[in-house]
């Protein structure tokens, strides 16, 4: 790998024979020269300038003084040899790190480093038809000058070159590299730095624990500082893990989806919320169940205008769950009036005792709890559930307020599910679908459960 850099401030360059790429020249890994725009003038003042054309302020650098440098430097190149003219530019493409694992396989890189207003855009123009042109900048904001910027890019180029980095797997590990994720928090001796101290996972020894601590700590920092890269994972590379832990961060990967898409837990239409009841609801029903009674049961109890009276009612809470634009899930809970129990004659566990004691104040009743097929194995329910039974504890009154629900004594699924939310079977009842009796498993729990 070649690179050649052109600059009115060649000196610049010095700090390039320091560290990794300095030993990376003495071992003749890269070829890197820097050299004077001003010798490629031709007038005694050594001018690489001139007064913008069409007016305005500022100078802008001669297109036919930057020719004669970048003819001679790149000079009669090899058959088939891969040459880049790269320029910095604050117009240009954003250098990432995608950008210099391609720009690793070029032979030579012409680096032209623009002073003033910049460089005439017809260099570019020109060189298009004869080498690579890239233009790049390294983020929203201006310099005085390309050079920092070139010094970036050889140092990122160069990095990547087999024999510069002594353990080839840092480059998959670190930040913008193949796993598309910032890297994860890094410690090192002492334990006890000022009192803070390193995460014992870290010290135990396992190193399975410790490869999922820093795969999580990474998710976490890149949803936290960039979202745009967790927006871009692919999906088929995201194991069941990492989707529990974008979830917790309010990010859902489907069984359909190409990329994680953002959570939003809010509120929908009565029509939204109809749609998705009648998409959702058969799903919970038992095969017994003839379509009428289910079809029945749909337009007496979740229709449009159902929905419409919930959502006047104050006594009622209905959570939407959005996955990007797609309403994927929602939830209603019945809220008792003080110490009450809602919907005691339809079966409530009364005198159930749950793990978290005794019950003190009102039982709200958790009637509808849905989620698409699609989404289901995501973390998609876990984030609902958290939302609705906090939700439902906010309006609750009482010490130790309960909730229950009812489900299908044949849905194992769902019954597993709603242990692992901490709810406990408190019985059972005959729910009536469709004019069908139902059996149905009572569950319930204590809202104020961790």
Known sequence: MKFSILSVFPEFFGVLDLSLVGKARERGIIELESADLRDWTEDVHRTVDDTPAGGGAGMVMKPDVWKKAIDDVVGPAPAGARVVLAIPTPSGMPLTQATLEDLAG???????????????????????????????????????????????????????LPGMVGNPQSLVE???????????????????????????????????????????????????????????????????????MLA??????????????????????????????????????????????????IDGNLSEAAFAQLAADPQAWLLALWAGEELIGYSLVLQPVADAVVHEDEGAPV???????????????????????????????????????????????????????????????????????????????????????????VLARALNLA
């Open 248 to 297: 917790e961060l309010g990010w859902l990967v489907g069984k359909e989806s190409a990329h994680p898409v953002p959570m939003r837990i809010g509120t929908a239409t009565p029509a939204q919320f109809a749609a998705l009841a009648a998409e959702t609801f058969p799903d919970a029903c038992p095969s017994y169940l003839s379509d009428e009674a289910i079809a029945e049961f």
């Open 106 to 160: 070029a032979d030579q890189i012409v680096i032209a480093c623009g002073r003033y207003e910049g460089i005439d855009s017809r260099v570019a123009e020109y060189y298009r038809g004869t080498l690579e042109v890239r233009e790049y900048s390294l983020g929203d904001y201006v310099l005085n000058g390309g050079e920092v910027a070139a010094v970036a890019l050889v140092e990122g180029v160069s990095r990547l």
């Open 351 to 441: 005198d159930f005792v749950a793990q978290g004691g005794e019950r003190h104040g009102g039982m709200a009743y958790l009637s509808k709890f849905y989620l698409t097929r699609s989404w289901r194995g995501s973390g998609a329910a876990a984030a609902l559930m958290d939302a609705t039974l906090a939700s439902a504890s906010a309006q609750a009154q009482g010490e130790n307020p309960y909730i229950w629900l009812g489900t299908n004594a044949k849905n194992k699924r769902a019954i597993q599910a709603y242990k692992k939310f901490g709810f406990e079977i408190a019985g059972k009842r005959t729910f009536i679908v469709g004019g069908q009796p139902n059996d149905d498993y």
């Open 174 to 244: 670190e930040s913008h590299g193949a796993a598309g994720l910032l890297e994860y928090p890094v410690y090192t001796r002492p334990v006890d730095f000022e009192g803070l101290e390193i995460p014992p996972v870290l010290m135990s020894g396992n190193h399975g624990a410790v490869a999922r601590w820093r795969r999580d700590r990474a998710l976490e920092k890149t949803a936290a500082r960039r979202p745009d890269m967790v927006a871009a994972l692919d999906a088929a590379a995201l194991d069941k893990k990492d989707r529990r």
